[in-house]
């Protein structure tokens, strides 16, 4: 009996180390879906991380643009450092205002990632090589990832605020890519930073899926049910087993 209950045990705690990462998947994490009707339309969550995406990048390229001016001796990357300052201080008054505008809180200080490439433009020698590389590749990859969800932001919003200011936004980072890559300096064999793109599947087409035995399609429920079932099984196998044990001894 002491076995038979060792080994239900023991089936239980396998059985919930398997069952606790795809109740994960199957329930999911709650995702804000929160939309904010305005007098210049609905303000969804895509619209308030834009605003923060654009202070975030004027609280790091603005200084990054003053960096590119001091210590380049490239022309060229002098003049996208003053590409950067000049836009970014036009795009941070209007972020700032907008942000009082729709109550959207925004940031005060660089991200961490972004305080990384601060300091890795501030260690790099002055005037060299090393200094012009790591500030137009750095620099144009953000600009890239930031450009892409600024077209994915203003396909979609409904939002005339968010419209107007996302044409600003991308006119501006658009400048800045072209002066950035002017420069020569821009590595596009880093397909990490500077992804090639793709074009996605063609409409109705059907992509290959792969299904595993169990997975987030399974419902919690009959999860439980077959979990139970075999325990159930396993239970009464043992019972058998440890009973005609017993009766062969008996007979012994």
Request: charged share 20%.
């Amino acid at each position: 009996m002491r076995l038979l209950r060792s080994a239900a045990a023991s089936l239980i705690v396998v059985f919930a180390a398997l069952l606790l990462p795809l109740a994960g998947t199957a329930i999911g994490q709650p995702v804000s879906t929160e939309v904010e009707q305005t007098q210049w339309g609905p303000l969804d969550a895509a619209a308030r991380d834009m605003l923060v995406k654009v202070r975030l990048a004027g609280l790091w390229e603005g200084p990054a643009g003053q960096m590119g001016v001091e210590k380049s001796a490239d022309p060229l990357v002098q003049d996208a450092g003053r590409h950067l300052i000049e836009g970014h201080t036009d795009l941070d008054a209007r972020v700032i205002e907008l942000g009082k505008m729709l109550n959207v809180p925004l940031p005060t200080a660089p991200n961490a990632d972004q305080q990384g490439w601060l300091r890795e433009m501030t260690a790099a020698p002055a005037g060299s090589e090393e200094f012009d590389k790591v500030y137009a590749n750095r620099l144009r990859a953000a600009h890239g990832k930031v450009y892409m969800f600024l077209a994915q932001v203003r396909a979609g919003t409904r939002n005339t605020l968010i419209r107007d200011f996302a044409d600003v936004c991308m006119r501006t980072v658009l400048d800045h890519i072209t002066v950035l890559e002017k420069t020569g300096k821009v590595d596009f064999t880093d397909t990490k930073n500077i992804p090639i793109a793709t074009i996605p599947p063609a409409a109705g087409a059907a992509a290959p899926q792969v299904k595993a035995a169990i997975g987030p399609e399974m419902s919690m429920p009959l999860i439980a049910v077959i979990g139970g079932v075999l325990i159930i099984l396993t239970m009464v196998g043992l019972r058998m087993l440890l009973g005609g044990r017993a009766r062969q001894k008996f007979r012994g």
